[in-house]
């Protein structure tokens, strides 16, 4: 499910923690005074793998991840926040409250959210360090013609040469390449590692703690991407199992391998009188109210990737920037209703 309240996520995964016997922390305060969570599966033991979601609260897929993980069996010593911003992920947001994007605040750390990850996570010195994101729907593989359903980043610990935490996450990332290509051969991408020193994957690479920035986004099939919450719930799981003799191969081509994201793939092409029109996938939470709808941006590019293309019936007026597309004006578009792609299904 897209959008929960964040009330409704923690009391999700209080359940989980009691059904499962995951011990329950609060590390810190968000700006709105909310309580960050950390949930632990063997918390007398040094943890192996810390994970997080929700640094960006429009982002929810590594939720749904970590919480198929906490009704998992685990072996590994687990550490996770699925939740590191309570404010933003209430109101479906990039930003935390303050409006400050909390993976820029990585060496500043003015956010009260940046602060608690840092100081969580360098405190656990986990062997792997995993930041969950969903990406947009324009990124694919530059060699590909399908959505990358996910990307993988092994970030840069030292602008000048790869760091012995970064090798480790790349072997790491290779293994998960391994893993998610039986399900997703042509839908995996590597991000550009550009060294963004104030993002949390480059500070905990830095601070010698392997660090995978992990990407969930879209297939053809899975506009709502509940199927590719599941794959990374079930890689999470498998990492569990595995995670002593992924290290083993000692090689990181897989990885290396991945073409590269790129990122101006267009949702939807409608062909009008006028020409051709590009529409997008919108999102918003107002009031606590999900919704998610066909919105027109503007002219469409024929020659840049899109998921989708349809010829609108010639009788229809023409199509404007920020217009909202109803159902039935999607099927005179030639396109799919929002309500086909599954995005408001509830459990
Ligand atoms: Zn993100």
New binding site residues.
Partial sequence: MRYQTTSKRVQLLKRAAKEYSWSTEVIGKSSNGVDIFVFRNKPNKSVDICAWSL??GN?PTGFDALLYLMQSITHQSWAICPIINPDGADLFQ?FNSNGVDI?RDARELNTLEGLSLSNWVISEVPKLALNL??QRTCFYPKTGHTPASFSLLAPKGSRQHKTKSQLTAMIYCSWMVDKLKKDYVNSLAKFDDSFYPSAFGEYFQESNIPTITL?TGISLDDWSRKRVHLSLGKLLSTLDSEFESSLSSLSFSSYENLPKNANDAQDWICITLKGPVEIRLTETVKDGQYSCYWRVVGPGDLNRKYWLISEANPGLLELVPNQIISNQLALALGGEPVSNLGLFDTR
């Fill in positions: 640094m960006h982002e990039r993976n994101h969903d990407e």
